[in-house]
């Protein structure tokens, strides 16, 4: 396990967060935690030939959070030292206080065993140990690789994260985390004499892993090789007739409907309405938990904060919440939510782990877990699944979406988009869009495939909350054939 980072370990985390502690103990809070966090953040791109940009920044910054009578207090600053935390519990019990006649419920926190002990994520190789002109240079391979073949614009970048958190509360718990996460892109794009254009970029999703995935975590020199022709076969494709297809989706392209029409609509805090300002609300009601057909017997959703590689996989959660996995849709049931410690109390249960804050400075939020879609044990392939359909499109790749605020009405493209004939792939079709409603989409879903089909997507910017905060999250889940979905023709319902 790599060691985490010492400049960060340098810091008075311990003396600092007892001070903490203390101060906000004596000024009368009933609970309190102390968060001292670390970030490290870099961004590479190049185009064509040439580097575009490169920029690199750090946050370091501390928190003490507590509860007096029912009603948060919170104070945050970026100076680590024992009268800094010190100041900062003093400061956050006076606000809590002053909060306190306007608050309308009084917050209480689940219970959850104390926790001791450092967690750091599953990576081989710090990306910011390695030379920046060595990414530079091969982010310049991947761009020079596609501009030799033909491609007439080509852009690579990747993002570096290294993220380090000490945590103490009140309870006794302290625990010390390191993640890193990585995020690559490639995008090539044609333009022809006509002044027609089109684009396609590289599948490989982001990942909770080191400088080690884009040397053998991928086969991007494939990817490479294959994204010219599959370009330009893009560019001759025939436009989409609008209709009803059964569609094969793949595992690029699913996990973006998983995040929007399940990760989102099974967060509580969303179910309860209380994001209705931003970011919308959720179908999904608490008076639906037990009873909601959410999609076919072959719907197992899992929240999952400990699978490798994952980018909301953690050691413990912002509140000292140990990382699990739990049960969010059974055989096409709602059985569960994404929880933090005083939703989980509201419901008479231990949290699951879903507190985050991005910055040491912010308030932690209810934040997504790894939600994924358990794919068939004995499932077929993606050859086999293609096979099984008459008349269909094979869905590939992420592109634009769109969904209502309660997570329900959705319309989503993609990159390339394969006619099937007869259990046969006949060449690509354009201007797809695919559109549904939550219920009836995943009710649709037909037949599953095996373990060999399954893989992990994700973002690194998913936003929500106000102020507003931004949390990585992956996704995985396997191909999948689902009946009768009606297609668009975007270019047609766009008018061009």
């Not at 419920?105 to 060595?134: C, K, M, N, Q, Y």
């Not at 998983?258 to 994001?275: K, N, Q």
């Not at 999609?295 to 980018?311: E, K, Q, T």
């Amino acid at each position: 396990m790599p060691e985490i980072d010492p400049v960060f370990l340098a810091l008075p985390l311990g003396a600092a967060a007892a001070a903490g502690l203390g101060a906000a103990s004596d000024a009368g809070a009933q609970h309190a935690d102390v968060r001292i966090g670390r970030s490290h953040e870099q961004n590479l791109s190049v185009r064509d030939r040439n580097l575009e940009d490169q920029g690199e920044q750090s946050t370091t910054g501390m928190a003490v959070r507590v509860l007096v009578d029912g009603v948060w207090g919170f104070a945050a600053g970026d100076e680590v030292s024992v009268d800094a935390a010190a100041r900062l519990g003093r400061q956050a019990v006076e606000l809590a206080r002053q909060a306190a006649p306007l608050a309308i419920t009084r917050v209480e926190l689940a219970a959850e065993p104390v926790h001791v002990g450092d967690w750091v994520s599953d990576f081989e190789v710090d990306p910011f140990a390695i030379p920046a002109h060595e990414k530079a240079e091969l982010l310049l391979h991947w761009t020079g690789s596609l501009l030799d073949r033909g491609i007439q614009h080509a852009t690579a970048s990747v993002r570096a994260v290294r993220e380090l958190s000490h945590y103490e509360d009140s309870s006794g718990t302290r625990t010390t985390q390191m993640r890193v996460r990585l995020g690559p892109e490639i995008d090539a794009t044609v333009v022809e004499d006509s002044g027609a254009f089109d684009s396609m970029g590289s599948l490989a999703p982001p990942v909770g892993r080191g400088w080690e995935y884009l040397l053998r975590g991928w086969d991007f020199e494939e990817e490479l090789a294959q994204l010219p022709d599959l370009l330009q076969e893009k560019m001759r494709a025939p436009s989409v007739e609008a209709g009803t297809y059964d569609v094969v989706i793949d595992p690029t392209n699913l996990w973006l409907t998983i995040h929007e029409s399940v990760g989102h609509a099974t967060e509580l805090d969303r179910a309860l309405g209380y994001e209705a300002n931003y970011a919308g609300t959720s179908f999904a009601t608490p008076d639906k938990l037990g009873t909601l057909q959410y999609g076919s017997a072959l719907m197992n959703i899992v929240g999952d904060r400990n699978v490798r590689f994952g980018l909301a996989t953690v050691g413990f959660d912002d509140e000292g919440v140990a990382a699990q996995e739990w049960d969010i849709v059974k055989n096409g049931t709602l059985v569960g939510y994404q929880l933090d410690r005083a939703m989980a109390h509201q419901f008479g249960v231990r949290s699951n782990g879903c507190a985050y804050a991005d910055s040491p400075t912010h308030f932690p939020i209810q934040r997504m877990a790894n939600v994924s879609l358990l794919p068939d044990p004995v499932g077929p392939s993606l050859d086999d699944l293609i096979s099984g359909v008459e008349d269909g499109i094979y869905i590939v790749g992420d592109r634009s979406w769109s969904i209502d605020m309660q997570r329900y009405n959705f319309q989503f493209t993609g990159q390339r988009f394969h006619r099937i004939r007869a259990g046969r792939l006949v060449g690509q079709v354009r201007d797809v869009a695919y559109q549904s409603n939550t219920l009836d989409f995943w009710n649709r879903l037909q037949v599953l495939g095996g373990p060999q089909t399954y893989q992990l997507g994700g973002a690194l910017n998913c936003g929500k909350g106000q102020p507003g905060q931004v949390a990585a999250v992956s996704h995985g889940c396997p191909a999948a054939r689902f009946a009768g979905i009606n297609i668009l023709n975007s270019r047609s319902e766009s008018g061009s």
